[in-house]
């Protein structure tokens, strides 16, 4: 079974700032790993994701993420956040078969002017 | 194009009730996953159905049971509902062929509470 932390439930940081969401899993099995957002009163949106090759993976916004498999994590980055990136994020990690998907609780990134 | 639609967007039913959930995919998608976000927390997988047959189930009572039409539409049945049934059903729908691999379009979801 795999199972995913996040160990920071809440972000406060100030716009401009750089910020790093961080993500931790645990798996027996190869797996497969995704960052989504959740913005408020809406459906989650794929920020980016990790099936095989380069470790740095690049997604929409200005979002980035690396695959650590040695540490077993997959942390989410952003050199400079926006008041607009205030939501909910989740890591989520997927089996290589692709038959079940578990996601971790959710950092909830606040971004103050 | 439309998005993963739902329906009803709220829903208030008491317990020992059943309750029925609607998700339309995105046009050409054949592919429809269910979750299941308790307030706080992140989504539980329920199930996933690809050309209408069952490809993935979470780890969910069988009170829960879901089905696809023809048409790739879905619906979720929940029996005997509890009060810790209570949460927001997100509806996904992807294309197919890869599982939960494949990208997936998250409708924005009913709001159950059971009272």
């Not at chain 1, 077993?72 to 008041?83: A, D, E, G, M, N």
């Not at chain 2, 639609?5 to 996953?33: A, D, E, F, N």
């Amino acid at each position: 079974a795999q199972s995913v932390t996040q160990l920071d439930s809440q972000v406060p940081v100030f716009e401009e700032a750089p910020v790093e969401l961080r993500c931790n899993y645990s798996s027996s099995v190869s797996v497969y790993l995704f960052w989504y957002v959740q913005y408020p009163n809406q459906g989650l949106q794929l920020l980016l994701k990790y099936l095989s090759g380069s470790t740095l993976v690049k997604g929409i916004n200005g979002f980035e993420a690396e695959f650590n498999k040695s540490q077993t994590s997959f942390h989410l980055r952003k050199p400079s956040v926006h008041i607009s990136d205030t939501a909910e994020y989740f890591c989520a990690v997927s089996p290589s078969h692709g038959q079940n998907f578990v996601f971790g609780p959710g950092t909830r990134l606040s971004v103050l002017p | 194009d439309a998005g993963v639609t739902q329906s009803p967007t709220h829903l208030i039913k008491t317990r020992g009730q059943h309750v029925t959930l609607r998700c339309s995919p995105i046009s050409g998608h054949k592919s429809v996953s269910w979750y299941q976000q308790v307030l706080g927390q992140g989504p539980q997988f329920i199930f996933q159905y690809y050309e209408k047959e069952e490809r993935g189930r979470g780890n969910f009572p069988d009170r829960f049971s879901a089905r696809q039409f023809p048409n790739y539409s879905s619906e979720l049945n929940v029996n005997a509902l509890l009060l810790g049934d209570s949460a927001l059903y997100l509806c996904a729908s992807s294309l197919g062929g890869r599982g939960l691999l494949d990208t997936q379009y998250f409708g924005p979801g009913t709001r159950l509470t059971v009272l």
